[in-house]
């Protein structure tokens, strides 16, 4: 196809078959012809594949003509001198930046030769740049089109009418006949004169000097009907084209040059210099085709001439603007053989004019006055010649960073993507950079008290984002440190606040994002078979208080999958540039509210062991329900489900009763400990008492609901059609374990009402009351002792001689116990009590090696602080980590049942929070039993941002992303391990990457302070 369209938005007739590949690329370049091949591709290959073609296609397009600029090259030049391509030329990093500026030095004379052609000599040119910089003004061109209609005369003509037929009668009879018919019209004829103006202005619009240099008019003679139809005079002015930097280029001595040691300067396509030069042509690119759509559709027409004018422009086939080395030099052309060129250049051009010229004279247009001039109708071919040498100049410098592309995927054997960085910044800080200690580890942990089995793992895995939780199977990396076991607390409610206490981990996230990448992170945890644990996620809000905002409790086999959300908040640096414009009110508003954002990007979990609070609270001995799987889940559910009180469960110290009172006990009179399995044999018991009341109210409450359906069902009332109604959500409660026995007497008396008989009313008091394993009413305050006295045959009081028995060494008698967690005296649960009052738990352990109890919080305030000193890019965003949902499950109800995946919603999350409190609130007493073997991990995150691809960013900013992540690493790394001063890198990072580290970074970037 030619370069361009027609008038009509058709592709006219190839031209020269030699020249096909220097007209393939303009016409690539046409929004249809763009339109097409992406349709026609995606009939082939889909969306993706249609870009991707269209990259393939304009690459093969490129290189044909480079492989014509090489033979136009020895015809101009020398036949026996080779040129090639860079990628076929063995060259230097150096040679690219020469061979940019000397593609760009080729199309500014290109662009001379063409604006001298229009009728801007290089005289003029020197003399608007010389105003241009006396006047510090700005040059621009511009194009004024005029046109003006003058009434010549009227004019009377005749025109055919359609054919009349008639009906006519002879000697013969009737007959038909066709009759033609003229119509007589009065037509006024007009003069349309158009003039168009090319100009040259200085300065603004008040004191700007205009300098014509094309004036070109055509007359036609114009028929209408109307007299009044047009008017006698209309202009339109186009937006005028800013050249101040094409005539100031023109117009410098040395011509165009990179300046390598600007700042900006980043490759030789990406450098201030050259883009300022890729801004201009793409001005002028568009600029050149609204002033060839404005001056076809009127000065073709005019002159007569039916050809496409885009097959002159095709003519001129020398383009000077070459992206091609010297194979024998191995080194860009010579000024010598560019004005070789652009000679040829200018001959070209000149040549195709004369050609346009002679077509011109010999047209013949009709109801044409006057013909446009050959100046004016010259500008169409030469401004579609520019397009070209602009869009060849374009191309030759995306090939120059194509191939260094290239190269570097060449050298690594692949196209390098957002993985293979992760990965190698893994391998590159785990194995190479940081000592041992201080290396980023796996983010996995195991729930284990000590001496046993772990109870469950959890872990953090990186997700691709988009859609369902997909894990990629990479856990993350954190720099941790392990703190000193201290206390800190978490509200269950207003009035209740829980104390743990256990190893707490501090750990530091860095993540880095690239352009298009979509990473997500999803919590991982498991439990074992006969285990669990609880899982409490939220934020730190103080130096020694917890906010819990999600919990669940996690146990037999359960596998829980919670999604992770990262949200950036923007960098220290960009912050400032933010509000450094505010008024002081908003500055201060702002850090307020930043302050807060970053106190939020502190995510926690706290994991309690849920066995060992067990044994605690009900005084059993280290390990005692290890074994004890039914009794453990039966106590799980008295403690969850029926929210029984562990005092009714726990084993009743009664030792405690004689501390500090003269009771006149001595010696071995005195009641003593009882061994640990005495105590747990006295724990079974009040679980079996009250399992069976339990199942004793259950079967009442089946009896009398059954009794109520069976009286309403005799009634045959109107009652009878409200529960056949009602039916399947009563009757299936009614046997459901999960139904509380005031829902369902409830629920009986208001079906029958008033005719309820007397015997399920008295059936309903006692649902309604404590009641013993024999159905007796029992009082609230003294049901246990009661219980115990139906289960021990009423005799009130157990025998104290089976469960207690004397060890003078305070050892128990089955076992080597010490005496660290006994409740003997002033048990460790009086004095953790009066230790918590108020959540003021606190122990000797929970200070700082400064003698001051560490504030999280502040870590990510310090974060903060040091990326504002040492992150001069402003790349790395404190980043928080927000649960999302919904949360997905694989679990299953019993042993033997086959397991199922399912999702918690945001709602099932709430109520699973506030079963896990209620479960909480019965281990702690309410708050007044501190937990031990708990643990804390505190995460603070940032994030590395990139904003191209990993190539991009290699390639086009010419960045080692290896560098940045790799400071900012070191950064956070010395946050989390409390490393500080001058020679805080050189005790975190391996000795022989020490001087490594010196020469790449700036020694001011390494001190944390």
């Known amino acids: 196809t030619t370069e361009t369209h027609n008038s009509n938005g058709q592709l006219p007739a190839p031209s020269k078959p030699t020249d096909k590949h220097l007209q393939l690329p303009s016409a690539m370049n046409c929004p249809r012809t763009q339109l097409f091949i992406a349709l026609l591709c995606l009939g082939n290959f889909g969306l993706a594949s249609a870009a991707a073609h269209r990259d393939v296609v304009m690459n093969q397009v490129f290189q044909r003509r480079l492989d014509a600029a090489v033979e136009s090259l020895r015809t101009v030049l020398n ?97 038909t006949k066709e009759r033609k018919v003229t119509q007589k019209v009065i037509e006024y004829v007009w003069i349309h004169t158009t003039v168009f103006t090319l100009s040259a202005t200085i300065g603004a619009s008040s004191s700007k000097t205009t300098l014509p240099f094309l004036n070109a008019s055509y007359a036609v003679e114009v028929r ?74 009127n000065l073709q027409t005019a002159s007569g001439i039916h050809k496409d004018l885009a097959i002159y422009a095709n003519e001129m086939i020398v383009s000077p603007v070459l992206p ?30 004369k050609n346009l010229g002679r077509e011109l004279e010999a047209s013949k247009p009709t109801n044409t006055l006057r013909k446009p001039p050959l100046k004016a109708l010259s500008v169409i ?106 206390n800190m607390s978490f509200a269950l409610n207003a009035a ?66 919670i999604p992770i959300v990262l949200q950036q908040i923007p960098s220290p640096k960009a912050f400032q540039d933010y509000i450094r414009s505010l008024s002081p009110e908003q500055q201060r508003f702002a850090r307020a509210f930043r302050g807060m954002q970053l106190e939020g990007t502190l995510f926690g979990l706290v994991l309690i062991q849920i066995k060992p609070a067990m044994e605690k609270v009900l005084r059993l001995a280290p390990g005692s329900l290890t074994k004890e799987i039914q009794l453990t889940q039966d106590l799980m559910t008295l403690f969850t489900k029926y929210q029984i009180p562990t005092d009714l469960l726990s084993f009743d110290d009664i030792s405690n009763a004689w501390k500090g009172q003269d009771s006149g006990f001595e010696g071995a009179d005195r009641p003593s400990k009882a061994n640990p399995e005495s105590r747990l044999t006295h724990v079974k018991q009040n679980v079996a008492r009250m399992m069976a009341m339990v199942e004793n109210k259950k079967a009442k409450v089946n009896e009398a ?89 009423g005799s009130g009081k157990m025998a104290q001689e089976d469960l207690v028995k004397e060890e003078p060494n305070g050892s128990w008698e089955d076992g080597d116990y010490s005496e660290d967690w ?6 460790s649960e009086t004095e953790e009590k009066r230790e918590c009052e108020d959540g003021g738990c606190s122990n000797s352990n929970s200070r700082a090696a400064d003698g001051e109890v560490e504030d999280y919080t502040q870590l990510a305030v310090h974060l903060d602080e040091t ?79 990139f904003s191209q691809t990993l190539i991009d960013t290699v390639i086009q900013e010419n960045v080692n992303p290896i560098d940045r992540v790799e400071k900012t690493a070191l950064l956070l790394a010395a946050e989390t391990h409390r490393e500080f001063g001058t020679d805080a890198v050189s005790r975190m990072v391996r000795k022989g990457e020490l001087a490594r580290l010196m020469d790449t970074h700036k020694q001011e970037d390494l001190i944390f302070d």
Not at 240 to 267: E, M, N, Q
Not at 277 to 287: D, G, M, P
Not at 427 to 437: G, N, S, T
């Open 496 to 561: 209740t606040k829980v104390t743990f206490s256990g190893p707490h981990y501090v750990h530091g996230f860095l993540d880095h994002s690239l352009a298009g990448s979509n990473i997500q992170m999803r919590l991982l945890a498991q439990a074992r078979e006969f285990s669990g644990f609880i899982l409490i996620l939220g934020k730190i809000k103080s130096s020694n208080e917890f906010d819990a905002q999600e919990a669940i409790v996690i146990q037999n086999r359960d596998e829980l999958d």
């Open 79 to 175: 036949s026996e001198r080779s040129f090639a391509p860079p990628s076929d030329v063995d060259h230097g990093y150096e040679d690219k930046y020469k061979l940019a500026d000397s593609t760009t030095n080729s199309l500014l004379g290109a662009s001379q030769n063409v604006l001298q052609a229009i009728g801007l000599s290089p005289e003029v040119l020197a003399d608007l740049n010389s105003q241009s910089i006396n006047r510090n003004a700005t040059i621009h061109l511009h194009l004024a089109h005029e046109e003006r209609y003058e009434y010549l005369r009227e004019e009377l003509i005749e025109l055919d009418a359609p054919t009349k037929v008639v009906k006519e009668s002879g000697f013969l009879g009737s007959y």
């Open 867 to 945: 990326l504002s000193r040492n992150d001069k890019e402003g790349a790395v965003r404190p980043t928080s980590l927000v649960v999302g949902n919904p949360w997905s499950k694989h679990s299953r109800k019993t042993i033997l049942s086959a397991f199922e995946d399912s999702q918690i919603t945001k709602e099932e999350a709430r109520r699973e929070k506030d079963r896990t409190f209620d479960l909480l609130d019965a281990l702690s007493r309410s708050g007044g039993l501190l937990l031990e073997g708990s643990s804390l991990h505190v995460i603070v995150a940032a994030t590395h941002c």
């Open 324 to 353: 091609l080395f010297d194979a024998d030099t191995r080194g860009v052309l010579s000024n010598a053989d560019t004005e070789a060129m652009l000679d040829e250049h200018k001959a070209a051009m000149e040549m195709a004019l």
């Open 705 to 793: 609901a059954q009794q109520g359906f069976a009286f309403a069902k005799a009634t045959g009332t109107a009652e009878k059609k409200s529960l056949k109604r009602k039916r399947d959500v009563p009757l299936g409660a009614a046997f459901n374990t999960e139904i509380h026995p005031e829902e369902v007497v409830a629920y009986g008396a208001a079906l029958v009402g008033a005719r309820i008989s007397q015997e399920f009313q008295e059936t309903s008091r006692i649902l309604l009351l404590d009641v013993d394993i024999h159905g007796n009413p029992v009082d609230s305050v003294g049901g246990s002792e009661n219980m115990a006295q139906a289960d021990l045959g």
């Open 224 to 297: 209408r009907r109307a007299k009044d139809e047009f008017q006698e005079l209309n202009t339109m002015s186009y937006p005028p084209l800013d050249i101040t930097w094409l005539v100031r280029s023109l117009g410098a001595t040395d011509g165009f040059s990179i300046d390598r040691s600007a700042p900006s300067c980043k490759t030789p396509r990406r450098n201030e210099n050259v883009e300022k030069a890729v801004e201009q042509f793409r001005r002028i690119h568009a600029w050149n085709l609204e002033t060839v759509h404005a001056l076809r559709n």
């Open 822 to 827: 006994e409740d003997d005296g002033e048990s």
């Open 381 to 486: 071919p030469l401004f579609m010649h520019w397009n070209l040498l602009v869009q060849t100049h374009r191309d030759g410098l995306n090939h120059i960073e194509d191939l260094l592309r290239l190269q570097l995927t060449r050298a690594v054997g692949k196209e390098l993507t957002e993985n293979d960085f992760r990965e190698y910044m893994q391998f590159h800080m785990e194995k190479r950079l940081f000592k041992d200690d201080f290396a980023p580890k796996p983010f996995t942990f195991a729930i284990r008290h000590p001496g046993y089995s772990p109870e469950g793992t959890i872990a953090i895995e990186r997700t691709s984002g988009g859609g369902p939780q997909k894990a990629t199977g990479e856990l993350i990396r954190t720099f941790v440190r392990e703190t000193e076991p201290r």
